[in-house]
C-alpha cells in the first residue's frame, strides 16, 4: 500500500519524508488555504522533498478553465497529478488530459457509481472521500470494497486512493481490502507509528540495560 500525505504544510512533509514512508502527497484548496501559501509556489516546494505524485486541484466547474489550470500545474513538476471534480467536465477533463499525458485525480467521489466512471473515463487515481461519508453516518469503508471489487471485476488501472482518512483504523481497513493508496493527515501517520506496548517496551529495555552495561 502506498501512503500519500494529505497535507499542504512543508515542515510536515519533509519531516515525514525523513521517515522514508511517504509515495506522494494529496492537497486541496482548503489545504492550501491553511497554509496561507501560492499554490504554485508551494507544488513547486513540495516537489523538491517528494519524488512520487503530488496532487494539484483545478479550481474552476469549466472544462476550459480545467485544462487551462491543469496544463500550468502539470509544467511546474514532472511528478504533478491534476485533481480534477467529479463533474461532467472534470470527466471530459481527464480524457483529454489522458491524450496529452498529464496524469489526474479525480477527487470529491462518494459513490461507486462516480468512482466506476472516473476509471472509465482513464483516471490515473480515483480519490473516494470515506471520512466525510462516515460524518454523515454513511458507511465510507464500504465504498472502498465496493470500488475494489468493481475495479478488479473489470481490471480497471485506476488507482483507489482513499481519501478523508481521520485515523489508523481506516488505513488498516482499506490496507486489509487492497487499496492501492491512502492519503492521511500527518496526525494519522503519528499514531500508525505509536503503540503504548512499544513505548513501555522500549523504556524497560532501556532501563534493565543500564543495569548492566558495564558489566566486563
Ligand atoms: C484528499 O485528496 C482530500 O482532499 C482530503 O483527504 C479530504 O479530507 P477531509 O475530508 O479531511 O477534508
Redesign the pocket.
Known amino acids: 500500500m502506498q501512503f500519500f500525505l494529505?497535507t499542504a504544510n512543508l515542515e510536515d512533509i519533509k519531516k515525514y519524508a525523513s521517515w522514508g514512508i511517504v509515495d506522494g502527497v494529496?492537497t486541496?484548496p482548503?489545504?492550501i488555504a491553511k497554509e496561507g501559501v501560492s499554490l504554485e509556489k508551494r507544488i513547486k516546494e513540495i516537489a523538491k522533498v517528494v519524488r512520487g505524485p503530488i496532487?494539484s486541484e483545478v479550481v474552476s466547474n469549466d472544462l476550459e478553465e480545467m485544462l487551462k489550470q491543469g496544463r500550468t500545474y502539470a509544467r511546474w513538476a514532472n511528478n504533478v497529478y491534476v485533481?480534477v471534480p467529479m463533474t461532467p467536465a472534470g470527466l471530459q477533463a481527464v480524457k483529454i488530459f489522458n491524450k496529452e499525458g498529464i496524469k489526474t485525480?479525480v477527487?470529491v467521489t462518494f459513490s461507486a457509481g462516480q468512482a466506476l466512471l472516473a476509471a472509465k473515463a482513464g483516471a490515473t487515481l480515483v480519490?473516494p472521500?470515506i471520512?466525510?461519508l462516515d460524518d454523515i453516518s454513511e458507511d465510507g469503508m464500504a465504498l472502498i470494497a465496493d470500488i475494489v471489487k468493481i475495479y478488479r471485476n473489470y481490471d480497471y488501472k485506476t488507482k483507489i486512493?482513499v481519501?478523508?482518512?481521520?485515523h489508523p483504523r481506516h488505513v488498516i481497513e482499506a490496507a486489509k481490502l487492497g487499496a492501492d493508496i491512502g492519503?492521511m493527515?500527518p496526525a494519522v501517520l503519528e499514531q500508525l507509528v505509536h503503540h503504548p506496548l512499544t513505548d513501555a517496551g522500549i523504556k524497560k529495555f532501556l532501563e534493565d540495560w543500564e543495569k548492566v552495561k558495564g558489566l566486563q
Do not use: V
Open positions: 494529505d494529496t486541496n482548503s489545504l496532487s485533481k485525480n477527487t480519490s472521500f471520512g466525510r486512493l481519501a478523508s482518512i481521520r492519503t493527515p
